[in-house]
Nanobody
C-alpha cells in the first residue's frame, strides 16, 4: 500500500501563490494516479485535480482551471499542486490521494473519492482577502 504525506500549506494573501507537495512512499508509490481534493470549512470534500501515473494526463475542477497545475517527478516520488491567483474561496484543507490501480483514467473515475485507496493527512491552505 502506498503512503502519502502532504506539505506546503500556509497563509497567503488573495492573488498569491502556493505550491503543495505530496510525497509517496511504498514499493509502488510511483505507479499510482494521484488526485487532489479539498475540504473547505463546513463543506464536503471536493475534487480539485488529478494526474496520471506518468504525468501524461491531468484533470481539473472547473473552479481551478487556469489557476492550478498538478505535476509529478516520479524519480523523487513527488507530486505537486501549483496554485496561483488564489482566492478566499480556495481556503481549505488539501489532500492528496492514490487512485485504485486498474481503473480507467476518466473524468468520472478521477473525481470519485471512493475510487481512492490511500489518503494523506491534509495540509491547511488559508487565503486572506
Amino acid at each position: 500500500q502506498v503512503q502519502l504525506v502532504e506539505s506546503g500549506g500556509g497563509l497567503v494573501q488573495a492573488g498569491g501563490s502556493l505550491r503543495l507537495s505530496c510525497v509517496a512512499s511504498g514499493r509502488t508509490g510511483t505507479t499510482y494516479a494521484i488526485g487532489w481534493f479539498r475540504r473547505a470549512p463546513g463543506k464536503d470534500r471536493d475534487f480539485v485535480a488529478a494526474i496520471s501515473w506518468n504525468g501524461g494526463e491531468t484533470y481539473y475542477a472547473e473552479s481551478v482551471k487556469g489557476r492550478f497545475t498538478t505535476s509529478r517527478e516520479n524519480a523523487k516520488n513527488m507530486i505537486y499542486l501549483q496554485m496561483n491567483s488564489l482566492k478566499s474561496d480556495d481556503t481549505a484543507v488539501y489532500y492528496c490521494a492514490a487512485l485504485s490501480p486498474g481503473l480507467p483514467l476518466t473524468t468520472s473515475t478521477m473525481t470519485r473519492q471512493d475510487n481512492y485507496i490511500s489518503w494523506g493527512q491534509g495540509t491547511q491552505v488559508t487565503v486572506s482577502s
